[in-house]
């Protein structure tokens, strides 16, 4: 397996002498300012909007003829949506983490991956949010679930925990969209000085909202970034905790637990920083980014991958080992049929990916390949997806009434909606890396001055360019 040079401490001997101030500028600016783009950019957008006219098709299937087009029954209520609801809320966690908890630890290698990984956050959690609202049958009376004063006095079921989601995700999706958007300010005012076309120089303008890089611009900014940063960090765990509850608060085996919220926390930031990696490894290679996410920035990754990993195969074995130290006969025949029942190969799967494909990440030599990373990252993609499935429909399909098994079979309309939602998301990050600056541009300077690369006047200067 081909491997890169050696890792180099951290960018210090990526940044001294190769970039000064405007390099670096010039490099990411350029990617949104040129009007050419990447063949493979070309190529990957239009794959992923045919995608997302998949996703637009069986969406609208869904809200004409109702539910019932898709493979669910009765006992497997909760099938596919809610699976890709769990799977993509779990994919946005990284972006959270890398950027405000990595922020507040002041982890200067989060500089190079923080932007578009809150990207990232952002699109995941809008294609997990679109899976409950289909799932409600009618769409247009989701405003149901808000508390908000009407003539009926109806007001949602506070004790549900569905109702608990919507709290909970969309004060993550907020919160997030605040925490990208103020950071996106200053990198947003240096496009709208080097653009020069009129209407981006417009539109840039807009978005920058006046900034001119004045001390008190950077006061403010700076204060509050670092307010919503340690707002941002208890939803890391918040969030996933929440959607835990959705299965920990009942009584059916196999998610009548109390390990479910660190456990879906750690799976989530798994997760997350899988799909990272799968994102980071083609954007640096298409775009000629390896000076600026270098290979320490991926090997960071893996080993957090690789921390959260041993959590979650920690989880399974805590299931395991809890379904027999119980003595339920119920909780014992779950994991039976978990393990050899009529789903027994999706369990076995998810042992491999999320177990034996985690472990090559001890290697030096597998985490300093980007062939090696991306291969075990589309692995744990696999497995986190697979893990959802067992949860939902290996325990659904198996209650408690014998009488009331059935099987579970996915039709068209359900697996084109989440392959669809693949669409959706990547169609996003298309345009994002078109539109916006997928590395922050102001944050590499800075690194540029800690490591060499400039003067404290230059960088004074620079921010405000």
């Known amino acids: 397996m081909a491997t890169e040079p050696k890792v180099e401490k951290f960018d210090s001997a990526v940044l001294r002498g190769r970039h000064s101030y405007d390099t670096v500028t010039d490099k990411i600016a350029s990617i949104v300012l040129t ?187 700076e204060t509050a970034y670092m307010i919503l940063a340690a707002l941002s960090t208890p939803l890391v765990l918040s969030v996933h905790s929440v959607v835990s509850f959705d299965f920990a608060v009942s009584v059916l085996p196999g998610w009548h637990t109390t390990v479910f919220p660190p456990y879906f926390v750690a799976g989530a930031v798994f997760a997350g920083f899988a799909m990272v990696l799968t994102l980071a490894i083609p954007l640096r290679k298409i775009y000629g980014l390896q000076d600026l996410i270098t290979m320490k920035h991926l090997d960071n990754m893996a080993k957090v991958m690789l921390a959260t990993g041993l959590i979650v195969i920690y989880g399974y074995a805590m299931e395991g080992f809890m379904a027999w130290y119980s003595g339920s006969p119920n909780e014992r025949f779950m994991m039976y049929n978990r393990l050899f029942g009529p789903y027994g190969y999706t369990y076995w799967l998810l042992l491999l990916c999320n177990f034996v494909a985690v472990q090559f990440l001890w290697s030096p030599r597998i985490r300093r390949s980007t062939l090696g990373l991306f291969i075990v990252a589309m692995f744990v993609n696999v497995g986190m997806w697979l893990e959802r499935f067992v949860i939902i429909v290996t325990s659904l399909s198996r209650d408690f009434l014998p009488s009331s098994w059935a099987q579970y079979h996915p039709t068209f309309w359900d697996t084109g909606l989440f392959i669809g939602s693949i669409g959706l998301f990547l169609t996003l990050m298309f345009v994002f890396i078109r539109l916006l600056p997928m590395i922050s541009i102001f944050e590499m300077r800075d690194l540029v001055h800690k490591t060499g690369g400039g003067s404290p006047r230059e960088s004074a200067e620079n921010k405000r360019k």
């Open 35 to 221: 009007r050419n783009q990447p063949r493979a950019w070309i190529f990957g957008a239009a794959i992923a909007f045919s995608l997302l006219m998949l996703f637009l098709y069986t969406a609208a299937m869904v809200v004409a003829k109702g539910i019932g087009i898709w493979g669910n029954n009765v006992p497997v209520a909760w099938a596919l949506d809610i699976i890709n609801f769990v799977w993509w809320i779990g994919i946005g966690h990284a972006g959270t983490l890398i950027s405000a908890i990595l922020l507040l630890l002041k982890q200067d290698w989060r500089t190079s991956i923080n932007r578009f990984a809150e990207a990232m956050t952002l699109f995941a959690v809008a294609c997990a949010g679109m899976f409950p609202l289909l799932h409600l049958g009618r769409v247009w009376v989701f405003y149901w679930l808000m508390p908000y004063p009407n003539t009926f006095a109806l007001w949602p079921q506070f004790r549900s925990p569905l109702v608990w989601d919507v709290f909970a995700v969309s004060t993550y999706a907020l919160v997030s969209l605040m925490f990208w958007f103020v950071g996106l300010i200053p990198d947003l005012a240096t496009l709208r000085d080097r653009a020069q076309n009129r209407a981006a120089q417009i539109f840039y303008g807009v978005l920058a909202m006046g900034w001119s890089g004045s001390a008190r611009h950077w006061s403010r900014y």
